[in-house]
């Protein structure tokens, strides 16, 4: 059962923002790395962002400029803030904890996080 909780998504129109959230139920985030993916319909997964536990933050190149990743630790959330959203951003994003705390499996593009949340839908359109 996933303990990762997105939340933020929504409907925008083109040029819009969101900040979608990423907390736990039953753990507490702040000793973990947290990655941001995303996955459109009849598409494979793909990396957004990846912060480290200190909180040095990673973005895939495409992503660098309208998207950034930030966590609050006394909240013990990770905010994932997309501007200039446009259609090609529509999918259901996810966020998953990496106990490597460095954001190692980001990197090396596994998937054996210690939690993937249920992701949350994120529609873009006029």
């Known amino acids: 059962q996933a303990q990762l909780v997105e939340s933020g998504g929504g409907l925008v129109q083109p040029g819009g923002s969101l900040r979608l959230a990423c907390s736990a139920s039953?753990?507490?985030?702040?000793?973990?790395?947290v990655a941001w993916f995303r996955q459109a319909p009849g598409q494979g997964r793909q990396g957004i962002s990846c912060i480290t536990s200190q909180g040095r933050i990673y973005l895939t190149d495409s992503m660098k400029g309208r998207f950034t990743t930030s966590r609050n630790d006394a909240e013990d959330t990770v905010y994932l803030q997309m501007n200039g959203l446009e259609p090609e951003d529509t999918a259901t994003y996810y966020c998953?904890?990496?106990?490597?705390?460095?954001?190692?499996?980001?990197?090396?593009?596994?998937?054996?996080?210690?939690?993937w949340g249920r992701g949350t839908q994120v529609t873009v359109s006029s």
């Open positions: 039953q753990f507490t985030l702040g000793p973990y790395a």
């Open positions: 998953a904890a990496d106990k490597t705390k460095l954001c190692v499996l980001f990197f090396a593009g596994h998937n054996d996080y210690a939690d």
